[in-house]
């Protein structure tokens, strides 16, 4: 046991005096990273050049100190930022990052920030700028603005968790906000949770102002729950650009089929063919199963026997 501590505390004393701070199995990823960006005509440009060096040379301490540096002399340099994310990136030193970002606290009206967390998502470097928008979520004016942008994030990649806990941070702070409805709402259809649907479309029933697509909520959730005669109400007065929409059409055509054997598809097929005219390829009488002859034999044979 004696040993085993006079072991680690050589060990650690060996780590210190080398000053490895960070962990060297990211020394590949420093040496091959073709994304740290060169900056010319600039006062910063050999902070910059120097920064760059000790990364890819795993001067890891010392590249710290430079990028450090680098930033407070040159604020409104965009690249130098980047590449301090990067090189914190790398090393999957989020935190340590995040902690900085905050301590700098720049404004809301920050046009440096703003034109980082542009040249991320044109980049394509949208880890990173999670952690950025992270970082910001914990700065005054930053705060509505993050949460918005990483709840749309991943709501459009499927981490509902965690959009839906971003939405519900926004929601806490502006109670009706309609984006933040809107995409709790989404997030209800991808679970099927269709009583808390029927709960944010009459949130949104209320709140929205600019938006009015809310009818396909109130659709879908009460087709889902049996009550298609109240479906059917919210297909017929939902605006055009929903009817035109082949989700939203294919619900309005299962509820008509549900109510009647064989329905009139009058107040469908304008929206259809709209649909048709913006690339929608689905034949009518495919779409609609009773408007050809075979259709309605197929029908006919599938409701034989309905109680």
Request: hydrophobic share 40%; with cysteine; proline share 3%.
């Amino acid at each position: 046991m004696k040993f085993r501590i006079l072991s680690l505390l050589f060990l650690c004393f060996i780590l210190i005096f080398m000053g490895c701070r960070y962990p060297i199995a990211k020394q590949e990823d420093l040496e091959s990273d073709t994304l740290f960006l060169e900056v010319s005509n600039s006062s910063a440009t050999e902070c910059n050049a120097e920064g760059i060096r000790l990364s890819k040379s795993i001067q890891l301490d010392q590249a710290e100190s430079v990028w450090d540096k680098c930033v407070q002399t040159n604020p409104n340099e965009v690249a130098v930022h980047l590449n301090r994310l990067r090189f914190y990136f790398l090393l999957d030193e989020f935190e340590l990052l995040k902690e900085k970002i905050t301590k700098e606290a720049p404004s809301r009206s920050s046009v440096t920030y703003t034109n980082i967390l542009k040249e991320l998502e044109i980049r394509l470097r949208n880890d990173e700028r999670v952690v950025v928008l992270d970082a910001l979520s914990r700065v005054k004016g930053w705060e509505l603005y993050s949460y918005e942008e990483l709840a749309n994030y991943y709501l459009q990649t499927g981490n509902y968790v965690y959009a839906e806990g971003y939405f519900n941070q926004i929601l806490e702070l502006v109670p009706f906000h309609e984006n933040a409805l809107y995409g709790m709402a989404d997030i209800q259809v991808q679970k099927g949770n269709w009583y808390s649907l029927l709960d944010y479309a009459k949130s949104l029933e209320v709140a929205s102002k600019k938006n009015k697509d809310f009818h396909f909520y109130f659709l879908k959730a009460n087709y889902e729950l049996g009550r298609y005669e109240e479906a059917l109400k919210w297909a017929e007065s939902a605006t055009v650009s929903e009817k035109t929409q082949i989700g939203f059409l294919e619900i309005w055509r299962d509820t008509l089929l549900v109510l009647k054997d064989f329905p009139r598809w009058d107040g469908l097929l304008p929206y259809y063919r709209k649909a048709v005219e913006k690339g929608y390829s689905v034949p009518e009488s495919v779409f609609f199963p009773t408007l050809s002859k075979e259709g309605k034999d197929v029908r006919k044979a599938s409701r034989t026997g309905r109680s």
